[in-house]
């Protein structure tokens, strides 16, 4: 495969910004919440929508394919699912009296792997291989997956019956979880009135990049600068919560890796040639909490993940960022709110 051309960071930006504004057209209010999906992607990673129903997962997978330009399939998964049903199969050619190799929903540049959770861990485990290692294994041949290749997978937090959780060592393989939340009444009633509008249940995105563009932009991700000091901020708050009094297991330096790449693919959408601490903390909760596994006699007492993190960010000092650490780069960049200067 050839490498691709890093655009400048200005160009990234600004591309990064039209997807955000295209897929916006289409998921009313959650600006935010698109943006840290937008990060995942462009941190080259994957990224776990954990939230209830109908809250706009599914939509939002479809635009991102959509305004990314890249072919997209969805894979619903239930308790059947087979792990050929995922990857493709070897299947006789009566014609040619030869197996041709049929190929599944997974070679494709998004895949929405829609409620993880209802299918058995030996298809969970067809999926982990291509999230880790951009392919498959079928009938002793491994086959590549295009590229780029991104996973974004749905997961019902509340309905357990007929569920199969993920285990830890899969939900590590995810970059970031994520949740949308309720919209408020003012954007409920803008969902509403563009359905009205629209005459139809359908909606469409506006192509912004294509393929080689969206490979541009995760190129441009890898020119961010990282303050020493910034860098060392994330490590201490992933070693913390290994050593948190209420966590059985903390995360692993993977959760370090995907913070500092996260924090550089935010930096990046933002305006910026270098990270702040404001990166870090912002994907915090995104990247760890769901590497951090609380002690189990502790369940009755509601401490999770979350509250681990929480803990960890008020304990370890914030380092205080310069306004250019990255040597005039990214001078009048535009900041995030809150960030320390």
Not at 150 to 161: F, G, I, K, S
Not at 186 to 197: L, M
Request: net charge negative; charged share 20%.
């Amino acid at each position: 495969m050839n490498h691709p051309t890093p655009l400048s960071p200005a160009e990234a930006t600004a591309a990064a910004q039209r997807v955000l504004d295209a897929v916006e057209t289409a998921v009313v209010g959650k600006r935010e919440s698109l943006e840290m999906v937008l990060t995942g992607i462009l941190a080259g990673g994957h990224v776990l929508l954990e939230d209830l129903p109908g809250l706009g997962k599914t939509l939002a997978a479809r635009s991102f394919a959509q305004a990314l330009g890249l072919p997209f399939t969805r894979a619903q998964f239930t308790p059947d699912l087979l792990p050929a049903d995922l990857t493709g199969a070897e299947v006789f050619d009566q014609r040619t009296g030869e197996f041709v190799f049929r190929p599944g929903p997974v070679f494709t540049g998004l895949l929405l792997a829609d409620e993880i959770n209802r299918t058995p861990p030996k298809t969970q485990s067809a999926l982990l291989e291509a999230m880790q290692e951009h392919q498959v294994s079928v009938e002793g041949t491994t086959r590549k997956l295009p590229q780029p290749f991104h996973v974004l997978a749905t997961a019902n937090p509340v309905e357990h019956e007929g569920t199969y959780p993920l285990p830890e060592a899969q939900l590590d393989r995810f970059l970031l979880r994520l949740s949308f939340g309720y919209p408020t009444a003012a954007q409920e009633w803008d969902v509403v009135s563009r359905r009205i509008d629209r005459r139809r249940e359908d909606q469409t995105v506006a192509e912004v990049l294509d393929a080689d563009g969206l490979l541009g932009v995760q190129a441009a991700v890898e020119d961010v600068h990282v303050e020493d000091s910034v860098g060392h901020y994330a490590v201490e708050l992933v070693a913390a919560t290994r050593s948190h009094q209420h966590a059985l297991v903390g995360a692993s330096p993977r959760g370090t890796l995907a913070l500092i790449t996260c924090a550089r693919a935010l930096a990046l959408i933002r305006g910026r040639t270098y990270i702040v601490p404001e990166d870090v903390k912002m994907l915090a909760h995104p990247a760890l909490d769901h590497r951090v596994t609380v002690k189990p006699e502790l369940w009755l007492q509601n401490a999770t993940g979350a509250g681990v993190v929480d803990s960890v960010l008020d304990q370890v000092p914030v380092p205080v960022a310069e306004d250019d650490p990255s040597g005039g780069a990214g001078a009048g960049a535009r900041a995030p709110s809150g960030a320390t200067a």
